[in-house]
């Protein structure tokens, strides 16, 4: 969720105009945050499942694309993407004023001069598929992420954080609060703010936020969102800023609260930290800007696993790392260090045609990676239009360097390698990571197997790649930030050479 920017179109304004007539075609431009370095993987679906170009943003990490309002349920459906909000307005080149004061003046008077109309529409669609899809979802699968979610901050969270070589920060703040500006990383502890799953909130917002908890569940039918049509319910909001650059007057938070004040006074909405109806984004990255309204309440990245290790991979970072591959049908494909199955989990749910094998040395992450399977296949048990009876994927404990695979049986392989930080250590994969090149260049079919592998320790990798030159060529660096750490995914493909030749150098 950091700062959002350039989009190539937006909505205009339609008038006040009621809700969306029976096969009236409403346009939206969606934003979606996608796992940074993976914005062309993310392109390519968008343009493969929607049939829209996208542009990606300037601010890595994002892109933007044009859709039907009636496309919303596919969009959701997309793999690659972690977030997805409805464009209000795009501006590639705001003049911020020099002092803070007047900059965020203008930040107020902006809200009234934006077109609100169509992407609160938008907005509207989007709740109306949601309610149905999630009355079932609420009281499974949510409630057991949130029992699993890792304690650690394990590089499933945080993974879409920026580098840091500009300033940066970010707010989420309602209208009116007074809190301490913030700046780097550590936005989401500041005291006084909610953080983003609502563990705590602003004294200022206790009101507002017990005058209107009886009807926190429901969602309004309002045109344009406005109070005041009789039957319409006041909407409860929070503003979220995302700020990145360094020229700026003003922070995150302070934006964040004077925006939230003029949306509060334009719409008469509560403002609601926690439980809130609309999310409004502000994201300021440099002199552009973007404001937007959230269609997503939890990234989709939580969409397959239940059971967290220390290192559980996101999902939709998976996706892009299977999609370098090119899987194609009957492929088998095999993750060595599966931990717990993010990979082959995401490989079996999307590329059903191939066969998908998982393994790991550690037998609490094959436990684990168990669990996840049988929870996906409980959940496509339940699921009305399902007549699926199983996921083409093996889970097995094993040991990396001596596989029980056949030379040559393997079409790709795809894993996330020890980073050294939370598992494993930097000393260790001198050694692991010249045994592993080895043990997978053995098990990949000559000269069509490839091979995507994730590390953050890159030197290393760089030195044991140059001892298996003989066995593997890089054919592609993608940089990636997860959990804060600036890694890198690696394509290499299987030479003709056959790997047992120079097993007498080890």
């Known amino acids: 969720r950091s700062g959002m920017a350039e989009a190539t179109v937006s909505p205009e304004a339609g008038g006040d105009s009621g809700p969306v007539e029976e096969g009236a075609e409403l346009a939206a431009v969606i934003g979606a945050t996608v796992p940074t370095g993976f914005e062309l993987t993310a392109a390519a679906e968008v343009q493969e499942k929607l049939g829209s170009v996208s542009s990606v943003s300037r601010d890595r990490g994002k892109i933007y694309f044009e859709v039907p309002a009636r496309s919303l349920p596919q969009v959701h459906r997309l793999r690659s993407v972690d977030n997805l909000f409805v464009v209000v307005q795009e501006f590639s080149d705001y003049q911020f004023k020099d002092s803070k004061e007047d900059a965020l003046k203008d930040l107020e008077d902006l809200v009234k001069k934006l077109p609100w109309t169509d992407p609160l529409k938008v907005w509207e669609l989007n709740n109306s598929l949601k309610k149905k899809k999630t009355k079932r979802k609420k009281h499974g699968v949510q409630s057991t992420v949130?029992?699993?979610?890792?304690?650690?901050?394990?590089?499933?969270?945080?993974?879409?954080?920026?580098?840091?070589?500009q300033q940066e920060d970010s707010a989420e703040n309602a209208a009116g609060v007074d809190v301490e500006?913030?700046?780097?990383?550590?936005?989401?502890?500041?005291?006084?703010?909610?953080?983003?799953?609502?563990?705590?909130?602003?004294?200022?917002?206790?009101?507002?936020?017990?005058?209107?908890?009886?009807?926190?569940?429901?969602?309004i039918t309002a045109g344009d969102g406005r109070a005041g049509e009789g039957e319409a319910k006041v909407l409860k909001f929070r503003v979220t800023c995302n700020r990145a650059g360094d020229k700026h007057s003003f922070t995150s938070n302070e934006a964040a609260r004077d925006f939230g004040g003029a949306v509060q006074e334009h719409f008469q909405w509560k403002a609601d930290m926690t439980n809130f109806d609309v999310e409004v984004l502000l994201n300021i990255h440099n002199n552009e800007v973007v404001v937007g309204i959230a269609l997503t309440e939890e990234s989709l990245h939580r969409r397959n696993i239940t059971h967290f290790g220390p290192t559980t991979l996101r999902s939709t970072l998976a996706y892009g790392m299977l999609r370098l591959c090119d899987p194609q049908p009957t492929d088998i494909i095999v993750d060595p260090m599966c931990g717990t199955g993010a990979i082959p989990i995401e490989g079996a749910t999307e590329w059903p045609s191939c066969y998908h094998i998982a393994g790991d040395n550690n037998p609490q992450a094959v436990k684990r990676a168990a669990n996840n399977i049988c929870s996906l296949l409980k959940k496509n048990e339940n699921k009305e239009s399902s007549s699926s009876l199983g996921i083409p994927l093996d889970i097995i404990q094993w040991d990396i360097c001596n596989l029980p695979l056949r030379t040559g049986a393997v079409d790709i392989i795809v894993t996330d390698m020890p980073f050294g930080k939370r598992m494993g250590s930097k000393k260790k994969n001198w050694d692991l990571y010249?045994?592993?090149?080895?043990?997978?260049?053995?098990?990949?079919?000559?000269?069509?197997?490839?091979?995507?592998?994730?590390?953050?320790d890159k030197k290393c990798f760089a030195k044991a790649l140059s001892r298996m030159g003989h066995i593997w060529r890089k054919a592609q660096t993608?940089?990636?930030?997860?959990?804060?750490?600036?890694?890198?995914?690696?394509?290499?493909?299987r030479t003709w050479e056959r790997a047992e030749e120079k097993r007498s150098f080890w």
Do not use: F
């Open 434 to 456: 010249p045994a592993c090149l080895m043990e997978m260049g053995r098990i990949c079919t000559p000269g069509t197997g490839r091979a995507v592998l994730l590390t953050q």
């Open 478 to 493: 993608v940089w990636v930030n997860v959990g804060g750490l600036h890694a890198a995914v690696y394509l290499l493909r």
């Open 146 to 165: 949130s029992k699993e979610k890792p304690g650690d901050g394990g590089e499933e969270e945080g993974s879409d954080q920026k580098d840091g070589s």
């Open 181 to 219: 500006p913030m700046s780097g990383h550590d936005t989401e502890k500041t005291q006084g703010l909610a953080s983003q799953n609502g563990k705590e909130e602003d004294n200022g917002q206790t009101d507002a936020r017990e005058e209107s908890q009886a009807g926190s569940g429901s969602k």
